[in-house]
């Protein structure tokens, strides 16, 4: 299997010992993943998305992170990652989306 240039992972708000957080998934995140995957393969970038447990930036979310850039995205939504897709389609962030 090649491995893909970026690696996203989508904060699903579980903390690792299966209780349930919920912070990012009761402001929109459990719709993210399908939309990104959905995006990435019209755009043909060449990413993979994954869903995670808690990032632990619950006052941010909906979070992700993109590898292996190692750059963190909060408060975000749909329009948010069109954002954000167009500017990785370049090799960039998007400083104004991202968590400091």
């Known amino acids: 299997m ?18 349930p957080q919920g912070a990012c998934n009761r402001q929109g995140a459990a719709q993210l993943p399908q939309s990104l995957d959905e995006e990435i393969v ?3 970038i060449d990413a993979q998305v994954t869903t995670c447990g ?9 979070a992700m992170v993109v590898y ?23 090799g960039k962030c998007v400083p104004e989306l991202m968590m400091s």
């Open 2 to 19: 090649d491995q893909p240039k970026h690696h996203i992972f989508v904060c699903e708000s579980f903390r690792m010992n299966g209780e």
């Open 42 to 44: 019209d755009r043909g």
């Open 54 to 62: 808690c990032l632990k930036v619950c006052d941010r979310g909906p």
């Open 68 to 90: 292996p850039e190692g750059w963190w995205y909060g408060n975000l939504d749909e329009d948010n990652l069109d954002t954000i897709l167009d500017a990785l389609e370049e």
